[in-house]
């Protein structure tokens, strides 16, 4: 409210439910910028903000107390319940609307308000506005300009509180958590759908859920950047590349691993890795205060530009292939993105014409890869089909980057050591219950008497 100024009102739009089929609706995910400013994790609710106005300044319209609906579709806070529970300084019914806010629009200049979200209520605010212009021959004085509410609100999300670094640390460690039971667990001959099971049954025991759909590409499939399918085999001697991150009280995390599926990298796969793992690092180093967006994203493109042609993946002189993008042709996209409630999160990259500075609070990914097409002919055969992509979530420090996502390995030998005691550990499983198995059958065998001896 003191970026919007006096005179001003800010009104944000709680989520639509959404139908997956006939009557059945999708799980319930709460807008981001309404969870932000309010914590209320109900459909059919509307925050307004109201600087300055002395019967309290922050509103709530949520849905009323309802026990038949109560009992279908769960509880509900209900206006006492979003006063006591969600700090509004008043609430009303969902119902009221339209009757209540006109009036708190009228004779402020300004409304705050985010266009195109959600078009139906788009309309209403237009309509509060137009009413209220109609009355003007009454004395009624109509706000002036709609301003984007996005712009301060997206900036202030930017940046991350102790609280808010606090739920994200914590989706971090569930989200490593998962890539590491998912290296344990990865055979040959396992379907990639089996280890995106394991990653969500990882998640949901940590009382989380996916925060994007699961990428779990095996060989080629590790080439195809926003690949979905996760139905194919996983063969002996492919790379899974695996990029699933988690959602923990509306806080994301976001990672990637690449690793031999049989649990030993061939010669060929370990140089390419490590091209990738030392464009990662070098990009990490690179995160500090006062560094422009784009610095990690050069630092990795020297690295991975300079490795590809120590692969024989190109020719010529390191710079010259930069400045001509050859480089693009293994390595397509930028080297991350903001990170928060959000996956790719709210803020601007540019000021202006001019890359923005890195500064203390702000999360960002950094996700160099290497991915060569099973069709690109001009690659050694034995890199063909090969898709690496090594991701952490990075928080800006006063002294650098923390990485957040370190609780899963990427060194090479790490991973390799990792898979080799999951492997372990399931042949000990596996053998106790053979053994538990001969145990049982011998003991529940039936004794033949002296007549069946005879």
């Known amino acids: 409210m003191r970026e919007m100024g006096r005179d001003t009102i800010a009104i944000i739009a709680a ?28 459909p059919e609710s509307v925050a307004v903000l109201v600087p300055g106005r002395p019967q309290g300044e922050y509103l709530l319209f949520v849905r009323d107390r309802d026990p038949a609906r109560e009992t279908w579709d769960g509880r509900r806070a209900g206006p006492a319940g979003a006063r006591r529970r969600f700090g509004a300084d008043d609430a009303f019914p969902i119902a009221d609307i339209d009757d209540i806010l006109p009036g708190l629009m009228e004779n402020r200049a300004r409304v705050f308000y985010t266009v ?39 900036e202030m999300r930017l940046y991350k509180s102790r609280a808010e670094l606090a739920q994200m640390r914590h989706s971090a460690a569930i989200a490593c958590a998962a890539h590491r039971r998912a290296m344990r667990y990865c055979r040959p001959g396992m379907f990639e759908y089996e280890i995106a099971a394991e990653i969500r049954h990882e998640f949901n025991r940590a009382d989380a859920d996916i925060s994007y759909l699961p990428i779990v590409g095996g060989g080629a499939n590790g080439c195809i950047l926003h690949y979905r399918e996760n139905e194919s085999p996983l063969r002996d001697g492919d790379l899974l590349l695996i990029d699933a991150g988690c959602e923990y009280r509306s806080y994301a995390s976001d990672i990637t691993r690449t690793f031999p599926v049989n649990g030993r990298f ?3 796969q370990r140089a390419a ?5 030392e464009a990662n690092l070098a990009a990490i180093d690179a995160v500090r205060p006062g560094v422009p967006w784009n610095r990690p994203h050069e630092v990795a493109v020297q690295v991975l530009t300079a490795g590809m042609v120590t ?18 042709r293994y390595y397509m996209h930028k080297t991350g993105h903001w990170l928060g409630m ?40 034995e890199l063909r089909g090969l898709g690496i992509r090594i991701e952490d979530d990075v928080l800006v420090t006063r002294d650098g980057g923390e990485v957040l996502t370190d609780g899963v390995p990427k060194d090479p030998r790490a ?32 004794r033949k008497g002296r007549r069946g001896t005879r």
């Not at 024989?312 to 993008?325: A, C, D, F, H, N």
């Open 311 to 328: 692969l024989g993946l190109l020719q010529g002189r390191v710079p010259t292939l930069i400045k001509s993008e050859a480089y693009r």
């Open 116 to 154: 195109g979200v959600n078009r139906d209520f788009d309309q209403r605010v237009v309509g509060w506005v137009n009413g209220l212009r109609a009355l003007a021959k009454h004395g009624r004085h109509a706000p002036h300009e709609i301003v984007a509410l996005e712009h301060p609100l997206h």
């Open 273 to 277: 890795y490590e091209v990738v793992l």
């Open 415 to 446: 991973i390799e050591t990792l898979m080799a005691e999951g492997r372990a550990v399931a042949a000990a499983v596996s053998a106790a219950t053979t053994a538990q198995g001969s145990s049982t059958a011998v003991r529940s065998a039936p």
């Open 15 to 42: 989520a639509p439910v959404h139908l997956r089929n006939n009557d059945v609706e999708y799980a319930y995910r709460q807008d981001s910028d309404f969870h932000y400013l309010t914590g209320f994790a109900e």
């Open 266 to 268: 061939t010669d060929a």
């Open 342 to 381: 959000d996956v790719h999160d709210v803020g601007e990259y540019k000021l202006g014409d001019v890359w923005r500075d890195l500064e203390s609070g702000m999360v960002l990914t950094i996700e160099p890869g290497l991915y060569v097409a099973p069709g690109a002919r001009e690659a050694p055969p």
